[in-house]
C-alpha cells in the first residue's frame, strides 16, 4: 500500500532558485495538504486543496504556491526560494467525511535553502 | 488563536511502564482531536481520533481520552515497548465544515528503554 507519496526526499537549493514538490495520494482521498515542520514550531498548514481544481492558503502561504490538476497530486511550488524556506515538507490527504478526518501523511522533504 | 501545548517535551522511562502523555488546548471549541506519531525522518501516522462529543478512544495499549471542558487530553500506553519510541503530537481541529486546519502541539519525544 503506497499511501502518500512524496518526491523527492532530499533536495538542496540556493537562494532565488526554483522547485516544485510532488505529492501523489492513491486513496481517492478529496482533501489534500501540505504542511511544514520546523524546530520549536511545530507542524503549520500551508496550503490545502478539497478537491481537484482548488486550492486554499493555509496558515502560512506566503512563498508557495499549490496546484491540483489531479485528483491524486498535489504539487507545491518555491517559485524563489529563501534560507527561511529551509524545512521539512509533508503533504497529507483525508477523506471528505466530517465524521471521521483522520489525515494519512508522506514520509516528507527535507529542503535546505542555502 | 487556538494553541496547543504538549507536557513533557521529552520522556525516558524503562520497558514495561505505564505512561501517560498530556495535551492542552487553549479554546475549547474543538471539532476533534488526533494524536499522532512519528517516528525520526518519517511522516505522521494517526493512533487515535476523538471527536469532540466522546470522551476516550482506545486502540490496542493506547488510550486517549479527552476533556474538552477544561482543554485537555491525554495519551495513556500501558506496558510500554521500546518499539513505542517516538515522538507523539497532538493536533485539534476547529469546528466547521470548512475549516481544516489542524493545530498541533510540539510533541512529546518518548524513549523506552530495554
Known amino acids: 500500500n503506497a499511501g502518500v507519496t512524496q518526491t523527492p526526499k532530499f533536495r538542496v537549493l540556493k537562494t532565488g532558485q526554483s522547485m516544485t514538490l510532488l505529492c501523489a495520494q492513491d486513496?481517492?482521498?478529496?482533501?489534500m495538504y501540505w504542511y511544514r515542520q520546523d524546530p520549536g514550531m511545530g507542524l503549520r498548514l500551508i496550503h490545502y486543496s478539497v478537491g481537484e481544481g482548488t486550492t486554499a492558503k493555509g496558515e502560512v502561504p506566503d512563498g508557495y504556491n499549490v496546484s491540483r490538476l489531479k485528483k491524486q497530486n498535489f504539487l507545491l511550488g518555491l517559485e524563489s526560494a529563501a534560507p527561511s524556506q529551509t524545512s521539512v515538507y509533508f503533504c497529507?490527504?483525508?477523506?471528505?467525511?466530517?465524521?471521521?478526518?483522520?489525515?494519512?501523511f508522506g514520509a516528507g522533504t527535507r529542503l535546505s535553502v542555502l | 488563536k487556538q494553541e496547543v501545548t504538549q507536557i513533557p517535551a521529552a520522556l525516558s522511562v524503562p520497558e514495561g511502564e505505564n505512561l501517560v502523555l498530556n495535551c492542552s488546548f487553549t479554546d475549547s471549541a474543538i471539532y476533534n482531536l488526533q494524536w499522532f506519531r512519528q517516528d525520526p525522518g518519517k511522516g505522521l501516522t494517526s493512533l487515535l481520533l476523538?471527536?469532540?462529543?466522546?470522551r476516550e478512544q482506545t486502540s490496542g495499549r493506547l488510550n486517549a481520552s479527552l476533556d474538552k471542558s477544561s482543554g485537555r487530553s491525554t495519551l495513556y500506553i500501558a506496558a510500554s515497548q521500546p518499539g513505542d519510541s517516538a515522538t507523539y503530537l497532538c493536533?485539534?481541529?476547529?469546528?466547521?465544515?470548512?475549516?481544516?486546519?489542524?493545530?498541533f502541539g510540539k510533541g512529546t519525544l518518548l524513549t523506552v528503554n530495554p
Open positions: 476523538i471527536q469532540s462529543s466522546q
Open positions: 497529507a490527504s483525508s477523506t471528505d467525511s466530517q465524521a471521521k478526518n483522520i489525515q494519512y
Open positions: 486513496m481517492n482521498h478529496e482533501y
Open positions: 493536533a485539534v481541529r476547529r469546528p466547521g465544515g470548512s475549516n481544516y486546519k489542524l493545530t
